[in-house]
């Protein structure tokens, strides 16, 4: 069964630091772009953080500086370390798996992060 997981999200002051994890089952993990999308009430979702099977990274400039993607290939799992938080931060998080060369695309269920005091 072809899944993504997230956990980690919460409710955080700011300033505060949150650690995303996304746990992939079903898919050939390694191949995948896997990134970190968001989804704030009334906008659409926009691209966070994203890292290539090769290790390539990409950050949304809002967010340069202060979150952090990476993975693991052996426990099939990508990271999304947040610091310095701020209430603009605050979405739904999603975790994405895409692979390139046929554009397959897989969404996990979300995870509401909050930033407020």
């Known amino acids: 069964q072809v899944q993504l997981v997230e956990s980690g999200g919460g409710l955080v002051q700011p300033g505060g630091s949150l650690r995303l994890s996304c746990a992939a089952s079903?898919?050939?993990?390694?191949?995948?772009?896997m990134g970190w999308y968001r989804q704030a009430p009334g906008k659409q979702r926009e691209l966070v953080a994203a890292?290539?099977?090769?290790?390539?990274?990409n950050y949304a400039d809002s967010v340069k500086g202060r979150f952090t993607i990476s993975r693991d290939n052996a426990k099939n799992s990508v990271y999304l370390q947040m610091n310095s938080l701020k209430p603009e931060d605050t979405a739904v998080y999603y975790c994405?798996?895409?692979?390139?060369?046929?554009?397959?695309?897989?969404w996990g269920q979300g995870t509401q992060v909050t930033v407020s005091s």
């Open positions: 890292l290539t099977s090769g290790g390539s990274t």
């Open positions: 994405n798996a895409l692979r390139t060369l046929t554009l397959r695309n897989i």
């Open positions: 079903g898919i050939a993990f390694s191949i995948y772009t």
